[in-house]
């Protein structure tokens, strides 16, 4: 040490020194004193009455109608209060899985059929196959969403989340682009190709169609595949080798990826769909494929009458093929300590009253049957056409394998990369899908192997 | 102090021999280049740096749906919507707090550990030191878990205190770094003379060593405060009452899973960016002398 000097500090030193260290301590205690909302009970039933935390996943955009719900349910059950927290859809996962790992779950949470195997994998939620049996809902959902949740939620059998709506690709195209160019509706994949090609003027910086390169370009390029090839299953008869690199999917990647920079902007590289939804609402491209999720930014943007939102295109023999979009559902974590308010909760929100609500304003296809029925489905016209696309047996779905632990690993951080290169000429269609389907076969072994 | 008196007369001053004529002063190369050299690769970088920040101004004053490339008609709705609907009023006072006892707690904390490190020597001083250095490799992503364990037990999660403790501590090894460093660059004997005027260390310090820390005090504090500002994770993953988020987490809840409302995000990111860039425009002389005054010495 160089040099110690030990004096007496002077009566105005402490002074300061005590308040600066007091003012720490106590506006620490001060913001110390929140509830941490972990519900951390050992998976009470409890009273039915009190707190019940709901964790939504989709939180920002669907924060409104989800807090109209709950004053609604808050009105009908006086002894419930239900905090909302709004997730950001891309932290949902991240989020859950901390809460996993340290404690500190809600009650209830949004649950998509995308990220159901990993929580259930972690035995984080409670099956619900029995409350649903003995629930007014029994009968009243959609089976097809009952089922995909099931199929995704692990292997059990169990149904660990309550459909609340389905989602489904769209093809959107601007109306009054195609009556300019004389162009009609691109209903099959031939008058897809044709207008993108017409429609496309660079030097004046219009383009026939978006493709996603960036975030989630691996879902629409399968969509446009198993939509040109009609390839129905996404696994062979074995149930042990992926379609992905069948060579009529092979020979329609080829196609759909010869589109980028000749009839899409160069940028779209590195579109994810904020990006691709932005430039197709300010620009001048013929079309965008996406879900119903983005109709009312475009209705916004465009207004109602300057473009339609139509199911994907048809292939060969008018047969069409699309790819499972997740099912949105509701869950109920294994830690809650009010199970009863929960499920009553749950119940509420996915009722034909709340189910509907929700829809109307997500612009998605209603779980509760009764909901599907309702007006406003009639004026949504993408959403209509896309209920009638999933439930009028005109369209075959391709069911994706969320089940896998591996697939969003596998769908987006692994082969994301890999498809730029095959926009980019780097990389051949063929050798992109063979490495896809390499990875999807290991993974579908080792589930396999654990599911014994 | 004493000192020393002339006893005998100054003799007289011998007259001043004429200074050599001083060979002109050479102008730097840059100093005689033509204005429009400097002028013009600064006005093209300006340009690509202000694009963005005219495009996000457009999206937010501009209309939903408008394509205009002026904001003309000007709305305040996606202000308006964020502020009250989306609760920007609430995370925006969130984020103050968080950011302001961020730089209080950082700066104190920093400041005494940095004159500790600067006066005086101790045996694991070299591997303190590089302790600190090591700890700004760890991405806080990494340190989560453990974290959220922590304050759970400590039943600090869902309060803004755990998002105060986590942002200063990892705010703090390179603040007492270059705090050391600014302690190092005042003359010891600066403080040697006050003890001999009768000031104890601690008074020494705040009278003579403090004011002259100031660059360095604006340097790390505005630094904590802007980072904490910015700060997404330990917000997202410690908070979960809508009513203690921040900014960074309200920004990003306004991008659903396939839905965006770019007049609301452009309003939202305006709002977020606005205090940073005040902040910097006060203190940004302090800033530049601070960081380039800490770094001398290692």
Known sequence: MKISILGNSTGRGRRTSAAVALGAVLALTATACGD??????????????????????????????????????????????????????????????????????????????????????????????????????????????????????????????????????????????????????????????????????????????????????????????????????????????????????????????????????????????????????????????????????????????????????????????????????????????????????????????????????????????????????GKAEPTKLAADALSDGSTSIVQLPYYLPDWNTISKAENEPNFQKVLLGDMSAKEFLDGLAEQLNEAQAEWDEQMG | MITKEATAAAPAPAPAAPEPPRPAKKRPAWDEAPRWQIYLPLGIYLVFTLIPFYWILLFALRPAGSTSLVPWPMTTVHFEKVWTDRSFGTFFQNSVLVGVATLIMTTLVALAGGYALARFDFKVKRAFMLALLCSQFVPGALLLVPLFEIFAELQMI????????????????LSMILISNFIKNVPYSLEEAAWVDGCNRMRAFRVVVLPLLRPGLIAVGSFAFVHSWNHFLFALMFLNNQEKQTIPVGLNTLMSADSVDLGALAAGGIIAAVPVVIVFAFIQKWLITGFSAGAVKG
């Open chain 1, 36 to 377: 941490d909302g972990s519900g951390a009970g050992d998976g009470a039933e409890g009273s039915g009455k009190g707190e019940i935390i709901f964790w939504d996943n989709n939180g920002g955009v669907r924060t409104e109608i989800w807090k109209q719900i709950i004053a609604d349910f808050e009105k009908a059950n006086p002894d419930i209060d239900v905090q909302y927290v709004g997730i950001a859809s891309t932290e949902y996962q991240s989020k859950v899985d901390t809460a996993i790992q340290g404690g500190g779950l809600p009650d209830v949470g949004g649950i998509s059929a995308s990220m159901l195997a990993g929580f259930a994998a972690q035995g984080a939620l409670d099956p619900l196959d029995d409350r649903l049996g003995e629930s007014s809902l029994s009968g009243k959902l959609n089976k097809d969403m009952i089922e995909s949740l099931r199929a995704a939620g692990g292997g059990d059998d169990k149904l660990y989340s309550v459909p609340t709506s389905a989602n489904n690709g769209v093809l959107y195209y601007r109306t009054d682009l195609f009556e300019k160019a004389g162009l009609e509706e691109p209903t099959t994949w031939d008058r897809f190709y044709e207008a993108a090609e017409k429609l496309t003027d660079k030097g004046a910086n219009k383009f026939g169609y978006t493709i996603r390169g960036g975030a989630g370009s691996i879902a629409q390029a399968l969509d446009a595949m198993y939509g040109q090839s009609g390839i129905t299953s996404f696994w062979d008869s074995t149930g042990k080798k992926t379609t992905v690199n069948d060579p009529k999917n092979v020979e329609a990647l080829e196609k759909y990826a010869g589109l980028f920079k000749k009839v899409t902007p160069a940028a779209d590289l590195n579109n994810d769909f904020t990006k691709m939804v932005a430039q197709w609402d300010s620009g001048e491209i013929g079309m965008l494929n996406h879900n119903l999720g983005s109709y009312q930014d475009h209705v916004k943007a465009l207004g109602a009458d300057r473009f339609r939102g139509i199911p994907q295109p048809t292939g060969p023999g008018g047969k069409r093929v699309q790819v499972s979009n997740p099912v949105d559902g509701i869950g109920l974590f294994k830690t809650s300590k009010n199970k009863e308010a929960a499920w009553k909760f749950i119940e509420f929100a996915t009722s034909a009253q709340s189910n509907s609500k929700f829809n109307e304003s997500a612009g998605q296809v209603p779980a509760h049957l009764d909901a599907a029925k309702d007006e406003w489905i």
């Open chain 2, 158 to 173: 869902n309060s803004l205190g755990s998002v105060i403790i986590a942002e200063t501590v990892f705010q703090l090894p």
